[in-house]
């Protein structure tokens, strides 16, 4: 079988970098492409030591042209507003892309605008554009030419979150959502706030009171889950860690649960997902079972005194929240076994 | 002027070793006496080498008789049934006693044991003791003979949450709490969960579903404040840090309301604290403000579109939340200025 | 092709458990049995959470009859004097033996008598063992039974000095190693020394003076390499990171070097290593270039003023110093690629 | 008393700000002055927000002559280069002046020149400039005018080392130091490498092969005090923390000696020191012993098979290693007691 051709575009980036590295140890897939304007020429090990092994070593900048002869699936690990303004060429061209930036997520161009400050321009795309969930979405995955892969937030409390509304279970307006990320959550580009003087031993909550771009992406989810429109508060944090999410979030229950219950309800929501595991009664995940791994992880238990269920649901923001989800999702619209290329990843400690 | 002659019980434990290093530099204080059973006739040092130079240097067994020539107030940095095990005794003995554990802090001998699952052994000093919040009972601190100096959580999640329920600002049912500790909390045993290799990197919820033993204790200052029972969700978590408490707490508005008139009336009601800060709007406090300080730091945000809002707190977990709360007591006590011996505690980053 | 069934004894500890993840991945072995006594019967899963999904999950305890029928090839990640008491008749029964402990490395009895306190109990094996360095000792190791791993120390330092001793470039009194280890370098037994509260931000040397116990190890390796005695200055460090060893080895060159020849020559050594990299001038190896890695990474500078060679070279304790040179080994043991089962391992950050 | 008038220049960097907390701190010191040119107006609570208690809280530009009226004591928290273009019109002006950058340190302009790449344009003050280290200057520091405050290497390798080399207990040209910094010694400007996620979990050598700028400082004291010349081997090493250096320094011993002894005589020479500890025989000081605190700690020991001495030494490279440093050259140079506003840095943990 010949190896599907894959160009990374935004490789110098971490998600880029991550999928860089994963692609080029995929059975079925040959990296062919690291794609990084601002620093085209330069050797990509200069920016990831860890990875002086992998081929091709250099950054180029992106000719549509040339990408054509070069690559069959593209990832766009970009900021948004490069993503669309790059995809409509490269779908014109042939060839097939996911999408790890927010540009494709939301349905509805009026919301984008809103909260990432922009104006769509290519918003005759958003329909077309398959929201990559590969536990709730495979079968649309697995035709679509476009993947939007969803935000590593959004991901971590999609995936814990999902089942209480669609079963139904919580009041909609109480779900309070307290979440924490790794520091890699805000990208490379140099900050003052992301310095290690600023963030060792340190930890702090961030656009907090509802301002968060991952917001609308989360809502637009559950309220397709719940059959009605469901507001969440959320509060990010940073996290003094390199890699990891983990979301702690609460609902008032509607009737009285037993935590054993909600979790076989999970397990069967989930008993068919590649990379989602429920932990037992009394056990709660935590980054060290997830980091450095393409899974997911989420724990459950019921606060009889106020009637609330908690669900901790955590993931590496990099790999389940970035580019090991983007990767089941390419293997999905190739055929391909959705696992492949991401067993390898998983160390003890 | 005399200094007070001061003895800390527990000083092996990491609140009575930043207690012993308070007292031994408070100007109206003199360290005489370091309590710990089972490591007496060992070197203060050789668990704490930073304070090699304090005296005395050796820790003792508890006598009371031979205490009571040798101090006037006792600070207990104990484990909790420990305290109120030794508490009679030495009121009995004359001595002032200042209590760092959970054996005073709630009034109810009901409660405690439901909690602490062990049957209260001085219920008859419940009512006596006076729960040590320099914000809110500096007069009754002044009198007392036996302060119950409040546990980390709930100082941090109290100064958070007081303003809120006593001016009547929020739906009662309504108060989620996400809160996160330093690995000092966990107190200096050994323990399988406290290794570097299991916190480093890692993040992890603990005791969900409304089980940690210091909810009571925050429900009982909230209640108060807000004149009818509140039922608190709180959610405790681990930070892979040393010290610091951060709490994220949230709850619905019973009427709109605007963050800058918000962070006016809080600053109206700490005003005359001595280690409180509000921060402005936009800002957020971060454990780097607080932690190795005598401070807790609260900001605070409207969530307009789920009506909600969000405080956020935070102090040092064996400072504001043990030490030097308890000096802060200890000060009132005496009626020397509430500040004394903990004004030099504060590095820039 | 049938895989090789394998078993990993000593799978409760660091080594163990990385060596059960890869092997577990491995497209030509299959993990059969994990062995830990002292927590037989318990899941693998609860000590390695990010392990959840590799089989077989359970500890057993070590049956020799048994074994026979379940495994071809056994790693042992025993502490040393347990390895020496199972090796025997393990090779007894027909099985090779891929040691990770101290137990066969070095040659002389006495010598190891007198570094590790204990007498040996199977001296016999002592000539037939095979160090296992594949670098300098591949075709020996393709014919072993019993292959002793090098130790995590010995494998950074020997790789970084044994070009400068065998080409006979340094003065031989003047070699000194300081290096630095990560705390999974101590083990997974529960100790004070090794609790967050006490390595977190902190740093400190152990052992010095000449009384580690891979001295001996390095230093045979080096007296063969130079053909004559070697005596190594050598004092290890506490890192307050979980995994990585970096060691900064200096000597006095015997003639004026310059740096770029020296990086010539060891690029010339090591041009057929599989998992040794040289960093060009002016650049030097860090220990996120190999942590979760197979890779030792080494670079060199001189420095004239002193007419001294700096070697800096790091690795992953747990992998290239420990798990992932095993399985080196064992695929040279049995044929296969010798980066067969170690490819996927590369996280980007 | 009147206290003395205090400006910090240079109040926005870390060994700067630092100087701010502790002199507001000061029983003799008044602080009125926080100098910070490229930040002046900005508030210093938005750089360090745990000292936002401190007074004044907004930097402002130098004018030497509006400085002349608001201080007596200048203290120099600088770049080099700034302090020389600074330093001649201060002193001119009649102010006393303790400077922390490199520019007086060093008696010889050309050693300075070829150093710093930079021509002195003040070598007429280099003679009169007293090198501040307390342990071995205080009567001529009592006396300056101009003080250069050690770096914090040499401060941390020169109180090792000198014993050796005073008593000529060495081989001269053995000496062999690595030396391993916190992140706050690369100062406060932003930089992609000490961004959290190059530094957190990382380890590395830099500025390796006799080329960091701290190596003629200990050259000239070390050479003063064995009455010749002596040339260091030095490789610095950036660790994963804030705060804190570690040097492991290694010689040949001219004579067998027994650590008892050697820790005798260091006791001996640092009797009357303020702030240097020795540690006794089998004890290694370690970062938690004096970070956050104005001591350096000294541990030895002799490796009797290589003949060689090892001392490991450690500070808080901006306390002793800077700001308290500093702090106890002006106490010295206005009669003070030689820990005044020193004494209550020393968190337990």
């Not at 892309?97 to 104006?119: C, M």
């Not at 979440?179 to 031993?201: E, H, I, P, Y």
């Amino acid at each position: 079988m010949n190896r599907v051709k894959v160009a990374v575009l935004g490789a110098s980036g971490y998600s880029g970098a991550e999928l860089a590295g994963i692609i080029f140890g995929h059975p079925y897939a040959e990296l062919t492409f690291l794609g990084a304007e601002s620093s085209a020429g330069q050797k990509f090990s200069d920016f990831y030591p860890s990875l002086k092994h992998i081929q091709p070593g250099v950054f180029e900048s992106v000719n549509i042209e040339e990408l054509k002869g070069r690559a069959q699936a593209v990832f766009l690990a970009l900021p948004h507003t490069k993503s669309m303004e790059i995809a409509p060429a490269l779908l014109e061209a042939g060839l097939k892309v996911i999408d790890l930036s927010g540009d494709f997520r939301l349905k509805n161009p009026a919301v984008y605008e809103k909260w990432y400050k922009t104006k769509h321009s290519a918003p005759e795309l958003l329909e077309e554009a398959v929201y990559g969930m590969p536990e709730f979405n495979s079968e649309k995955i697995a035709q679509a030419r476009l993947v939007a892969n969803p935000g590593c937030y959004p991901t971590c409390v999609d995936l814990a979150l999902w089942p209480l509304v669609s079963l139904g279970l919580v009041e909609k307006d109480t779900l309070v959502v307290d979440a924490k990320s790794g520091v890699s959550g805000a990208g490379r580009k140099l900050s003052a706030t992301t310095q290690f003087m600023q963030v060792d031993s340190d930890f702090c909550a961030y656009k907090a009171g509802g301002v968060h771009q991952h917001i609308p992406e989360m809502e637009q989810v559950l309220s397709l889950a719940a059959g009605n429109e469901i507001l969440l508060g959320f509060t990010p944090h940073l996290l003094p860690v390199k890699r990891g999410i983990l979301a702690t979030s609460t609902a008032k229950l509607l009737r009285v649960c037993e935590t054993e219950d909600l979790i076989e309800q999970y397990k069967k929501i989930y008993s068919n997902a590649c990379f989602v595991r429920i932990t037992g009664p009394g056990e709660l995940p935590s980054l060290k079972s997830v980091v450095y791994t393409p899974w997911c992880e989420i724990g459950l238990c019921v606060d009889k005194r106020c009637q609330r269920v908690v669900v901790v649901s955590c993931l590496d923001n990099l790999l389940k929240g970035a580019a090991s989800q983007a990767v089941q999702n390419f293997n999905l619209m190739y055929g391909f076994k959705e696992n492949s290329g991401l067993e390898g990843l998983s160390p003890a400690v």
